[in-house]
């Protein structure tokens, strides 16, 4: 019976990033697990994120009906609060909380303008308040340059203690390499991990959003 069980959850969650990969291409998710509430137990405890830059674009990756040359070099990210059988509530805001985060919405790609809820461009400084105490993680992301860069989905349990903030890392396997990696400075960390969490202090004063896309 246990078997069976897990055997389900896995196509469960199997399809859910599947739809979540389809959905991305054009804007954002949608789906009664998409949806987000206030954290209850917020105590200077974030989710703290930057995505590597993408660097030239992929000669194996034209713009498309749906992507503009911009948007090429943009991620698509989900963050989910986990429960024992599905993803059963999103850790990311709505669309107007992330709008402070750029000093001009007008130069963003457009799949970011459209939706910047799921879309991200690289190299700016992003965080979202999570929950005090032991949470369960879940993560899936990929880049629509089609680069070995940043993309990949991971699960881990996390415990927050107030005034902690999690760091989650979108490895570039070119520049951090297996051999490069100290296990020491992740949480749980299992060879072959694309993302990589880290506990550190939050800032008295979070960094002043101002975010630009470099073109």
């Known amino acids: 019976m246990s ?40 105590d200077s405890t974030y989710l703290r994120f930057k995505f590597p830059d993408l660097g030239p674009e992929s000669q194996y990756s034209p713009p498309g009906l749906f992507l503009s040359e ?36 007008e130069t963003l790609p457009p799949i970011v303008k459209s939706d910047p809820r799921f879309n991200f461009i690289s190299d700016c400084e992003y965080y979202i308040p999570a929950p005090v105490g032991k949470s369960r993680y879940s993560i899936f992301s990929y880049n629509r340059n089609r680069s070995n860069i940043g993309g990949g989905s991971m699960t881990k349990v996390i415990d927050l203690k107030p005034g902690q903030s999690v760091r989650v890392h979108f490895r570039n396997p070119e520049i951090l390499t297996e051999d490069k990696i100290d296990p020491n400075k992740y949480i749980k960390y299992s060879a072959g991990d694309r993302i990589l969490f880290s506990i550190e202090p939050t800032p008295l004063r979070m960094d002043k959003p101002g975010c630009e896309f470099v073109k």
Do not use: M, V
């Open 70 to 105: 911009r948007d090429k070099k943009t991620y698509y990210l989900t963050i989910f609060l986990e429960n024992d059988w599905l993803p059963n509530r999103s850790l990311q805001p709505e669309e107007w909380y992330w709008k402070k985060f750029y000093s001009n919405l």
């Open 3 to 42: 078997s069976l069980y897990f055997h389900y959850k896995r196509i469960f969650i199997g399809l859910l990033l599947i739809g979540s990969f389809a959905s991305g291409l054009f804007c954002g998710p949608i789906g009664p697990n998409y949806n987000y509430w206030d954290i209850e137990s917020f």
